[in-house]
Protein backbone atom coordinates (compact mmCIF):
# COMPACT_ATOMS: atom_id res chain seq x y z
CA UNK A 1 0.00 0.00 0.00
CA UNK A 2 1.44 3.33 -0.41
CA UNK A 3 3.60 4.84 2.10
CA UNK A 4 4.93 8.21 2.84
CA UNK A 5 7.78 8.79 5.37
CA UNK A 6 8.90 12.04 6.19
CA UNK A 7 12.18 13.00 8.22
CA UNK A 8 14.46 16.00 9.28
CA UNK A 9 12.00 17.79 10.94
CA UNK A 10 13.31 19.48 14.44
CA UNK A 11 14.46 23.00 16.13
CA UNK A 12 16.10 25.55 13.98
CA UNK A 13 17.31 28.75 14.68
CA UNK A 14 15.42 32.08 12.79
CA UNK A 15 17.40 32.43 9.37
CA UNK A 16 19.31 28.86 9.19
CA UNK A 17 17.84 26.18 6.77
CA UNK A 18 16.77 23.05 7.21
CA UNK A 19 15.87 19.88 4.74
CA UNK A 20 13.12 17.49 4.55
CA UNK A 21 12.82 14.26 3.15
CA UNK A 22 9.61 12.16 2.11
CA UNK A 23 10.47 8.13 1.58
CA UNK A 24 7.84 6.89 -0.33
CA UNK A 25 6.62 3.22 -0.84
CA UNK A 26 4.31 0.77 -2.66
CA UNK A 27 3.43 2.70 -5.46
CA UNK A 28 5.56 4.11 -8.99
CA UNK A 29 6.57 7.38 -7.26
CA UNK A 30 8.11 8.62 -10.48
CA UNK A 31 4.23 8.44 -11.90
CA UNK A 32 2.95 11.29 -9.63
CA UNK A 33 3.14 14.79 -8.82
CA UNK A 34 3.86 15.45 -5.04
CA UNK A 35 3.16 17.88 -2.50
CA UNK A 36 4.22 19.53 0.66
CA UNK A 37 1.39 20.42 3.06
CA UNK A 38 1.99 22.40 6.60
CA UNK A 39 -0.25 23.38 9.50
CA UNK A 40 1.05 24.99 12.31
CA UNK A 41 0.16 24.24 15.76
CA UNK A 42 -3.68 24.38 16.14
CA UNK A 43 -4.17 25.85 12.92
CA UNK A 44 -5.60 25.05 9.43
CA UNK A 45 -3.49 23.67 6.32
CA UNK A 46 -1.39 25.29 4.07
CA UNK A 47 -0.39 24.26 1.03
CA UNK A 48 3.46 24.88 0.48
CA UNK A 49 4.36 23.63 -3.29
CA UNK A 50 3.99 21.29 -5.60
CA UNK A 51 6.57 19.28 -7.75
CA UNK A 52 5.11 17.46 -11.87
CA UNK A 53 5.82 13.90 -12.05
CA UNK A 54 9.37 14.49 -13.92
CA UNK A 55 10.13 17.18 -11.41
CA UNK A 56 9.34 19.37 -15.26
CA UNK A 57 7.62 22.19 -13.15
CA UNK A 58 7.51 23.19 -9.25
CA UNK A 59 4.68 26.09 -8.05
CA UNK A 60 5.23 27.75 -4.63
CA UNK A 61 3.09 29.66 -2.10
CA UNK A 62 3.98 33.06 -1.85
CA UNK A 63 4.79 32.80 1.82
CA UNK A 64 7.54 30.42 0.94
CA UNK A 65 8.46 31.77 -2.61
CA UNK A 66 12.10 32.28 -2.93
CA UNK A 67 13.19 30.44 0.63
CA UNK A 68 12.00 26.69 -0.45
CA UNK A 69 12.62 24.36 -3.00
CA UNK A 70 11.17 21.19 -3.93
CA UNK A 71 12.37 18.67 -5.78
CA UNK A 72 12.39 14.62 -5.94
CA UNK A 73 14.92 12.10 -6.93
CA UNK A 74 12.77 9.53 -8.42
CA UNK A 75 15.78 7.32 -8.69
CA UNK A 76 15.35 7.40 -4.78
CA UNK A 77 11.67 7.44 -4.61
CA UNK A 78 12.04 10.55 -1.97
CA UNK A 79 10.83 13.77 -2.01
CA UNK A 80 12.33 17.17 -0.55
CA UNK A 81 12.16 20.61 0.18
CA UNK A 82 15.03 22.40 1.30
CA UNK A 83 13.96 25.52 3.88
CA UNK A 84 16.38 28.35 3.62
CA UNK A 85 15.79 31.45 5.89
CA UNK A 86 13.62 30.31 8.38
CA UNK A 87 11.11 32.00 10.02
CA UNK A 88 9.06 32.08 13.53
CA UNK A 89 5.74 31.40 11.14
CA UNK A 90 7.26 28.50 9.54
CA UNK A 91 7.05 26.64 12.47
CA UNK A 92 4.36 23.73 11.40
CA UNK A 93 4.02 20.08 11.13
CA UNK A 94 5.14 19.52 7.49
CA UNK A 95 3.28 16.63 5.55
CA UNK A 96 3.77 15.24 2.17
CA UNK A 97 1.34 14.04 0.32
CA UNK A 98 0.74 12.41 -2.94
CA UNK A 99 -1.32 13.72 -5.98
CA UNK A 100 -3.74 11.38 -7.97
CA UNK A 101 -1.84 10.47 -10.81
CA UNK A 102 0.68 12.03 -12.83
CA UNK A 103 -1.31 14.82 -14.64
CA UNK A 104 -1.18 17.22 -11.99
CA UNK A 105 -4.36 16.99 -9.97
CA UNK A 106 -4.27 18.48 -6.72
CA UNK A 107 -6.29 16.10 -5.04
CA UNK A 108 -4.35 15.21 -2.05
CA UNK A 109 -5.05 11.62 -2.10
CA UNK A 110 -2.38 9.84 0.21
CA UNK A 111 -0.62 11.83 2.71
CA UNK A 112 2.64 10.79 5.49
CA UNK A 113 2.34 11.20 8.84
CA UNK A 114 3.99 14.55 9.16
CA UNK A 115 7.34 15.70 10.66
CA UNK A 116 7.30 18.95 13.31
CA UNK A 117 9.58 21.76 12.21
CA UNK A 118 9.71 24.35 15.34
CA UNK A 119 11.63 27.80 14.05
CA UNK A 120 13.25 29.20 16.91
CA UNK A 121 16.18 30.58 19.00
CA UNK B 1 -5.70 33.85 -3.66
CA UNK B 2 -9.35 32.33 -3.43
CA UNK B 3 -10.67 32.68 -0.30
CA UNK B 4 -12.68 29.69 1.54
CA UNK B 5 -14.73 30.49 4.50
CA UNK B 6 -16.83 28.12 6.14
CA UNK B 7 -19.24 27.67 8.54
CA UNK B 8 -19.71 26.64 10.78
CA UNK B 9 -16.25 26.52 12.96
CA UNK B 10 -17.41 24.27 15.37
CA UNK B 11 -20.13 21.86 15.86
CA UNK B 12 -21.83 19.51 18.11
CA UNK B 13 -24.19 17.28 17.03
CA UNK B 14 -25.25 13.69 18.42
CA UNK B 15 -25.25 10.04 16.96
CA UNK B 16 -27.58 9.36 14.25
CA UNK B 17 -27.86 13.34 13.73
CA UNK B 18 -27.71 14.64 9.76
CA UNK B 19 -24.98 17.16 9.24
CA UNK B 20 -24.19 19.66 7.57
CA UNK B 21 -21.18 22.16 6.39
CA UNK B 22 -20.78 24.80 3.92
CA UNK B 23 -17.52 26.32 2.54
CA UNK B 24 -18.07 29.65 0.15
CA UNK B 25 -15.47 30.27 -2.24
CA UNK B 26 -14.48 34.05 -2.84
CA UNK B 27 -15.22 33.70 -6.66
CA UNK B 28 -16.19 31.41 -8.94
CA UNK B 29 -14.35 27.80 -8.50
CA UNK B 30 -16.62 25.56 -10.77
CA UNK B 31 -16.21 21.81 -9.31
CA UNK B 32 -12.79 22.34 -8.01
CA UNK B 33 -13.36 21.48 -4.72
CA UNK B 34 -12.24 18.69 -2.42
CA UNK B 35 -13.03 17.61 1.06
CA UNK B 36 -10.83 16.21 4.02
CA UNK B 37 -11.08 14.87 7.41
CA UNK B 38 -8.59 15.17 9.88
CA UNK B 39 -8.62 13.67 13.35
CA UNK B 40 -6.86 14.61 16.03
CA UNK B 41 -2.97 14.31 15.68
CA UNK B 42 -3.17 12.66 12.36
CA UNK B 43 -3.02 13.21 9.00
CA UNK B 44 -6.01 14.62 7.09
CA UNK B 45 -7.81 12.17 4.60
CA UNK B 46 -9.35 12.71 1.14
CA UNK B 47 -13.17 12.35 1.35
CA UNK B 48 -14.52 13.73 -1.53
CA UNK B 49 -13.46 15.16 -4.49
CA UNK B 50 -14.54 17.35 -7.35
CA UNK B 51 -17.16 18.90 -5.12
CA UNK B 52 -19.47 15.35 -4.65
CA UNK B 53 -17.38 12.55 -5.72
CA UNK B 54 -16.92 9.88 -3.11
CA UNK B 55 -13.16 8.71 -2.63
CA UNK B 56 -12.38 4.98 -2.67
CA UNK B 57 -12.79 3.35 0.70
CA UNK B 58 -15.38 6.38 2.33
CA UNK B 59 -18.38 5.44 3.71
CA UNK B 60 -21.25 6.71 1.79
CA UNK B 61 -22.98 8.45 4.53
CA UNK B 62 -20.86 11.62 3.76
CA UNK B 63 -21.80 13.39 0.67
CA UNK B 64 -20.57 16.75 -1.03
CA UNK B 65 -22.62 18.99 -3.06
CA UNK B 66 -22.78 22.31 -5.21
CA UNK B 67 -21.11 24.32 -7.68
CA UNK B 68 -19.40 27.88 -8.48
CA UNK B 69 -19.47 29.97 -5.16
CA UNK B 70 -21.41 27.64 -2.98
CA UNK B 71 -20.88 24.32 -1.77
CA UNK B 72 -22.16 21.51 1.09
CA UNK B 73 -20.78 18.65 2.89
CA UNK B 74 -23.14 16.44 4.42
CA UNK B 75 -22.67 13.52 7.29
CA UNK B 76 -26.70 11.62 6.94
CA UNK B 77 -26.16 9.83 10.28
CA UNK B 78 -23.22 11.00 12.69
CA UNK B 79 -21.34 8.07 13.51
CA UNK B 80 -18.61 8.16 16.75
CA UNK B 81 -15.88 7.97 14.32
CA UNK B 82 -16.69 10.93 12.93
CA UNK B 83 -15.47 13.14 15.84
CA UNK B 84 -12.79 15.43 13.61
CA UNK B 85 -12.15 18.84 11.92
CA UNK B 86 -13.39 18.83 8.15
CA UNK B 87 -11.09 21.55 5.34
CA UNK B 88 -12.71 22.60 2.21
CA UNK B 89 -10.13 22.78 -0.90
CA UNK B 90 -9.87 24.81 -3.74
CA UNK B 91 -7.88 24.01 -6.48
CA UNK B 92 -9.19 25.96 -9.16
CA UNK B 93 -6.48 28.77 -9.15
CA UNK B 94 -3.19 28.66 -7.45
CA UNK B 95 -2.36 28.42 -4.79
CA UNK B 96 -4.41 25.99 -3.47
CA UNK B 97 -6.26 27.38 -0.56
CA UNK B 98 -7.95 25.42 2.46
CA UNK B 99 -10.67 26.26 4.45
CA UNK B 100 -10.22 27.65 8.20
CA UNK B 101 -12.11 24.15 9.04
CA UNK B 102 -15.09 22.67 10.88
CA UNK B 103 -14.26 21.38 13.83
CA UNK B 104 -17.24 18.42 15.05
CA UNK B 105 -18.03 17.25 18.56
CA UNK B 106 -20.64 14.59 19.49
CA UNK B 107 -23.01 15.71 22.08
Known amino acids: QVQLVESGGGVVQPGRSLRLSCAASGFTFSSYGMHWVRQAPGKGLEWVAV????????YYADSVKGRFTISRDNSKNTLYLQMNSLRAEDTAVYYC??????????????WGQGTLVTVSS | DIQMTQSPSSLSASVGDRVTITCQASQDISNYLNWYQQKPGKAPKLLIYDASNLETGVPSRFSGSGSGTDFTFTISSLQPEDIATYYCQQYDNLPVTFGQGTRLEIK
Open chain 1, 51 to 58: IWYDGSNK
Open chain 1, 97 to 110: ARDRGTVTTYHFQH
